[in-house]
């Protein structure tokens, strides 16, 4: 999910760089999505732990 977000970003920077403002705007929100999407899963399974199986 991480992955997602840094390459979204470096497209949205390099199509800022030469111009492409449509695209540099649509790959800079779908980072900012994934991003926090990515926040929310990890807080998630950082408060839920990791479980001993049911004996």
Do not use: N
Not at 1 to 26: N, Q
Not at 27 to 54: D, M, N, Q, T
């Amino acid at each position: 999910m991480l992955s997602y977000t840094v390459t979204f970003l470096i497209i949205a920077l390099i199509a800022g760089a030469l111009g492409f403002s449509g695209v540099a705007g649509a790959s800079a929100s779908i980072a900012h999505v994934c991003f926090v999407l990515f926040l929310i899963l990890f807080l998630v399974s950082f408060i839920s732990g990791r479980r001993p199986p049911a004996v």
